[in-house]
């Protein structure tokens, strides 16, 4: 007999998903999902669920926060009518985004094996 999930386990494994999908499918939409998530469970979670939340809730205003900086820093240079526009739009993506992304995947992995993943930096948002 197999063992039963452990609680809160599916709401890890929709916070992460959420996560991944706003920042890869339907951003704006899948974190307003994500928002209302968080505050419909945010206090009645068991505790595996709610540290996926507050982690996924945590890293996505992180990464909407990231992109608002990428692009003032865009205008402060001169605008998207410049060269130098590409330069830093292909090393946000390389860098910030893709790595935001490992750890959104790294996130729904742990969530799926029923284990707590604390995001480094962008999670402590919200503890």
Excluded: C, K
């Amino acid at each position: 007999m197999e063992d039963p999930s452990p609680p809160g386990q599916g709401l890890a494994i929709a916070a992460e998903s959420l996560y991944l999908i706003n920042l890869l499918l339907l951003p704006g939409l899948a974190f307003l999902l994500l928002l209302g998530l968080y505050g419909r469970y945010r206090r009645t979670a068991p505790p595996l669920g709610r540290l996926h939340l507050q982690q996924t809730l945590s890293a996505s205003l992180w990464a909407g926060g990231l992109l608002v900086i990428v692009n003032l820093l865009i205008i402060a240079l001169g605008g998207y009518d410049v060269a130098s526009t590409w330069v830093i739009v292909i090393l946000y993506f390389t860098t910030v985004h893709a790595t935001l992304v490992l750890l959104g995947i790294l996130g729904l992995v742990r969530s799926l094996a029923g284990q707590t993943f604390r995001y480094p930096l962008v999670g402590n948002l919200l503890s």
